[in-house]
């Protein structure tokens, strides 16, 4: 593992009680940077940061309680966050896939949860972030996109959907913060084997695996490695920018 710098720094991982996020904060623990947990799963944010502390004895963990789809919570998760410690980094990782299914079949419903959490609740952590690391004029942001967000998933238009305009998003952001110290990036990951595929057919697995060229998913530690960096000072020229972790599937 190289020796990534987060030493002094406090992280915000949304969805840190599992997959991504989880592998996203014990990166960035081992980096030396103190995490605050962010999900709705309060019984599983409470095992991971219990795992967490184990696997990093003079760690720093704390989780605070947020649904992100709902801006009142995003609001009041950022006060209990700010009381801990200011914050230099958040890595945006909620997510949930909707089911997969013919746009002409998809349940109005599912579409709508699915915008409330890719994309409204990320909006809503952005939005209530940036202004406090711009008032301190230090910050990184990432967040977590799609390869399906570039190219469009069949079966998967609401989650396709809204990581394309998580990047949208995140080039916007990164625009409007270049007078600053803050800067505002995205990765866009193909497939990576966590419980999110708990949400998925076997069907639509097999489908995101026939177009990767290295012919394997993503690891978690693999996606955490780049999003770790990008939280650090090293990461100081790139903002709006879109990293690939696709395995060689995209072509932009």
């Known amino acids: 593992m190289n020796q990534l710098d987060m030493k002094g720094r406090h992280g915000v991982v949304t969805g840190g009680a599992t997959g991504l996020g989880y592998a996203i904060a014990d990166r960035m623990l081992a980096s030396g940077a103190r995490v605050t947990l962010w999900d709705r799963d309060i019984g599983g944010m409470g095992t991971a940061a219990e795992n967490l502390k184990k696997k990093h004895p003079n760690g720093h963990v704390a989780c605070v309680s947020v649904d992100v789809a709902e801006h009142a919570s995003v609001v009041n998760a950022t006060k209990q966050t700010l009381a801990i410690a200011p914050v230099d980094a958040l890595v945006n990782c909620a997510g949930i896939t909707g089911p997969n299914t013919k746009v002409w079949d998809y349940p109005v419903d599912a579409w709508r949860q699915v915008m409330d959490v890719n994309l409204n609740g990320l909006f809503y952590c952005c939005r209530e972030l940036s202004t406090h690391m711009r008032e301190r004029n230090y910050g990184r ?38 007078d600053t110290e803050v800067r505002v990036n995205c990765v866009t990951p193909a497939a990576v084997k966590t419980a999110i595929f708990d949400q998925m057919t076997p069907e639509h697995i097999q489908f995101m695996l026939s177009k990767i060229p290295l012919g394997r998913f993503g690891t978690p530690d693999e996606i955490a490695s780049l999003v770790t960096w990008l939280c650090t000072e090293d990461c100081s020229f790139s903002t709006g920018a879109v990293f690939d972790l696709s395995g060689g599937r995209a072509t932009y």
Do not use: Q, W
Not at 144 to 163: L, M, Q
Not at 169 to 178: D, P, R, Y
């Open 141 to 178: 942001i990432v967040n977590i996109a799609s390869v399906a967000g570039k190219e469009g998933n069949p079966n998967a238009s609401a989650y396709s959907t809204s990581k394309a305009a998580v990047i949208g998003l995140t080039k916007s952001l990164g625009k409007e913060m270049a």
